[in-house]
C-alpha cells in the first residue's frame, strides 16, 4: 500500500512538472481540469461538478492531456534535461564542499551561485 501511495506521489509530481513545461500548450479546458485534479487535488467528481460535465469527460480530458504532455516531453525532452542540469548542479555543490574551507570568499561565492540556481530551480 506504501508503495502504491509512493508511486501515486511520483506520477502527480512528474505531471505537475511536465504541466510547468507544457501547460500552456494545452487548451484552456484541459489546463483548468489539470489544475483542479493535481494540483487542487479535487475529484472527478468535485471537478465534473464546478465544470457542468460528466465524471468521464473529465477522466477522459485528464487522459488527453496528459498523453499530450508526455508526448511534448518525448518530441522536447525539456523535463529530462532539467532534471540532469538541476542533479549536476548539486553534484557540484557536494564536491565543492570537499575542497578545504580556507579557500575562502571564492569559495563562498561559488557555493551562494550554486545554491542560488538550486533554489530558482525547485531543488
Do not use: W
Not at 502504491?4 to 494545452?26: H, Q, S, V, W
Not at 475529484?43 to 492531456?65: F, P, Y
Not at 523535463?79 to 540532469?84: A, D, Q, S
Amino acid at each position: 500500500m506504501i508503495a502504491c501511495r509512493r508511486g501515486m506521489m511520483e506520477k502527480f509530481a512528474r505531471i505537475n512538472l511536465l504541466f510547468d513545461f507544457y501547460g500552456p500548450l494545452l487548451t484552456e479546458r484541459q489546463q483548468r481540469i489539470l489544475e483542479e485534479y493535481y494540483a487542487q487535488d479535487l475529484s472527478l467528481g468535485e471537478i465534473a461538478a464546478v465544470q457542468g460535465v460528466t465524471r468521464q469527460a473529465v477522466h477522459d480530458t485528464i487522459k488527453r492531456a496528459t498523453l499530450a504532455l508526455e508526448r511534448y516531453e518525448a518530441k522536447l525532452g525539456l523535463v529530462e534535461k532539467f532534471l540532469y542540469q538541476r542533479s549536476r548542479i548539486a553534484e557540484a555543490a557536494e564536491e565543492l564542499d570537499g575542497l578545504p574551507v580556507e579557500q575562502g570568499d571564492r569559495y563562498r561565492r561559488i557555493k551562494a551561485l550554486l545554491q542560488d540556481v538550486l533554489r530558482v530551480a525547485g531543488g
